[in-house]
């Protein structure tokens, strides 16, 4: 099973419609969990953290179901700014005592059409 | 404020050069990383150093690809020789107190290996 992974989609939908995305992941002691977004050709950029609790951020809502091992989002009022590559993060123990990393997912693309 | 700075941005060789990437953290911050993606394999790290000190390379790929970080505001990704299989698009990130933060990336270079 893979770490951390995510339908690719792609996800085409209507301005201002909902949209939802899941991320499943495989390390039950992951304790830190992102979603970062990654406009075509640029950098992925950090769109908001999820915790336990379950988070919003204006029209983004994350989740996170610890006994399943996934985690969503949620966007409201789709716009065409949202268009772009949504990646599932999920942090892991590396190779060395003590290490951690990021792990990232592939990516949910997202295309909000007019 | 400056983000992190990577140079090339595109770079375009032939099988068997050596190629080196460059990067310059954020100020402050004691994480970087080095990760490189593609369409096939997503994002996927390749090396962190805390304060300078390779902690985990269990990524790299294979012993073309070496990295060193001489000094806190500046690192190198040095692939020789370069393989076809090695284009893709590589990203410095860098972060303030845990690996498993937010991490900042840089715009990335983009190599192509003909």
């Known amino acids: 099973r893979k770490e951390v992974e995510q339908d690719p989609g792609p996800f085409n939908v209507p301005e201002g419609a909902t949209v939802a995305f899941n991320c499943t992941y495989s390390?039950?002691?992951?304790?830190?969990f992102f979603w970062y977004r990654q406009d075509c050709r640029k950098e992925p950029k950090l769109l908001m953290s999820?915790?336990?609790s379950g988070n919003e951020d204006g029209r983004f809502t994350a989740q996170l179901n610890r006994a399943s091992q996934y985690i969503s989002l949620l966007i409201r009022d789709s716009k065409l700014s949202d268009s772009a590559t949504y990646l599932c993060?999920?942090?892991?123990?590396?190779?060395?005592?003590?290490?951690?990393?990021?792990?990232f997912g592939k990516g949910t693309k997202l295309s909000v059409i007019p | 404020d400056a983000g992190v700075i990577q140079s090339p941005r595109h770079e375009v060789t032939e099988m068997g050069q050596e190629v080196t990437l460059r990067c310059k953290p954020i100020?402050?911050?004691?994480?970087l990383f080095w990760y490189r993606q593609t369409m096939m394999r997503g994002l996927e790290l390749l090396i962190y150093?805390?304060?300078?000190?390779?902690?985990?390379d269990s990524g790299m790929p294979e012993d073309r690809f070496s990295a060193k970080m001489p000094n806190a505001s500046f690192s190198t990704l040095k692939i020789q020789p370069s393989e076809p299989r090695d284009s893709a698009v590589y990203f410095c990130?860098?972060?303030?107190?845990?690996?498993?933060?937010?991490?900042?990336f840089g715009p990335g270079t983009r190599l192509t290996v003909t």
């Open positions: 150093f805390n304060n300078n000190v390779p902690i985990d």
């Open positions: 390390n039950s002691a992951s304790q830190s």
């Open positions: 990130a860098s972060s303030l107190s845990r690996p498993d933060h937010e991490q900042y």
């Open positions: 999820v915790y336990s």
């Open positions: 100020s402050g911050h004691d994480y």
């Open positions: 993060v999920v942090n892991t123990a590396g190779s060395g005592a003590g290490s951690y990393q990021l792990t």
